[in-house]
C-alpha cells in the first residue's frame, strides 16, 4: 500500500485532505475530520459525495447499479463505493471519510439519539444528491446503510 496526497476538496470553510492507498487493483481514498458542529458535517459529507461523483466517469463498471453510502456509527466513518447488484463487487475507487472527534461525541449519546443522527445524515445526503447534477449523469442508484449491505435504503 502506498499513502499519496491525492487532492484537497473545499467543503465551504473546510478544506478536506484526500490521501491515497492503493492495493493490487483498488485505490481507497481516505481522509479524516476533527470537525462537530452539524453544519461543518453537513458540508463535509457533502464533499464526501462530491469527490465520489467526479471520479464516477472511471469508476463505473459494467455490473454498477449503485452509488453506496455506508454509516459506521462506531466508527464514525463514511465509505462510499460503487457496486454491483449484489452489493459484492465494489468498483475500483472507493472512498472513506473518518470524523474522529465525532466518534467520541457519538459513544457519549443514547442508541435513539445515534439513530436520530444517522437519519440526519442520510437526510443530508439525499438533499445533496437530489441537486447534483453531475450525479444525474449517471444511471446509478444511490443506497445507503449503517449496519449491513443486506439492509440498504434508497436515497
Not at 481507497?28 to 471520479?55: G, P, R, W
Request: proline fraction near 1%; charged fraction near 20%.
Amino acid at each position: 500500500m502506498t499513502g499519496l496526497a491525492c487532492s484537497i476538496i473545499p467543503a465551504d470553510k473546510i478544506m478536506l485532505i484526500w490521501n491515497l492507498q492503493q492495493t493490487d487493483n483498488k485505490t481507497l481514498y481516505t481522509t479524516s475530520v476533527a470537525e462537530t458542529s452539524d453544519n461543518d458535517a453537513q458540508h463535509i459529507f457533502e464533499a464526501c459525495a462530491e469527490k465520489a461523483i467526479q471520479m464516477l466517469n472511471e469508476n463505473i463498471l459494467d455490473d454498477s447499479l449503485y452509488l453506496l453510502f455506508e454509516w459506521n456509527t462506531d466508527q464514525a466513518s463514511l465509505n462510499i463505493v460503487v457496486t454491483d447488484a449484489s452489493k459484492t463487487h465494489d468498483a475500483p475507487h472507493s472512498f472513506c471519510c473518518t470524523f474522529s472527534s465525532l466518534a467520541i461525541e457519538l459513544a457519549r449519546l443514547t442508541e435513539d439519539q445515534r439513530e436520530s443522527y444517522t437519519e440526519t445524515i442520510k437526510f443530508w445526503l439525499h438533499d445533496y444528491l437530489a441537486s447534483c447534477t453531475a450525479f444525474f449523469s449517471y444511471s446509478l442508484v444511490a443506497i445507503f446503510h449503517s449496519n449491513s449491505r443486506k439492509n440498504t435504503e434508497l436515497l
